[in-house]
């Protein structure tokens, strides 16, 4: 597998940052030859995570967006937010449906959408 260019970084402050980091994951999701449905759910993931970064982490933060295109067939799309934020009291929990910590009012169902979720 190539990986295509460098990864791109999106700086989150506002809601404009989210629309062009949304914009990039659109163009990654594209990189990889992704088809038109999951472009969309590329899209709409990045979307989120940007508007969770506003939301949760403060002072907003960064996604790191990245297309890994192998030679043929479909490649991969590495969304990464990175925040300073306070945190999760308890990530395992966070996972089941109906978990609220307060400011986390919706349950964790994104990870079956996501795929694969990892938390340093």
């Known amino acids: 597998m190539e990986v295509t260019g460098l990864t791109r970084r999106v700086v989150v402050r506002d809601q404009s940052d989210g629309a062009n ?4 994951a659109l163009r990654a999701a594209e990189k990889a030859r992704f088809d038109t449905a999951l472009q969309g759910r590329v ?6 995570l940007s508007s969770n970064l506003l939301k949760h982490a403060g ?11 192998p030679n043929s067939g479909a490649g991969a799309v590495e969304l990464v937010a990175i925040d300073r934020g306070p945190g999760m009291a ?15 009012s919706q349950p964790f169902q994104r990870r079956r959408f996501y795929g694969d979720f990892h938390h340093l």
């Open 90 to 104: 308890n990530v395992a929990a966070a996972f089941e449906d109906g978990y609220d910590e307060g400011i986390r």
């Open 59 to 69: 002072h907003g933060g960064s996604l790191l967006i990245n297309s890994i295109v």
């Open 21 to 24: 980091a949304r914009r990039m």
């Open 43 to 48: 899209s709409l993931i990045a979307a989120e």
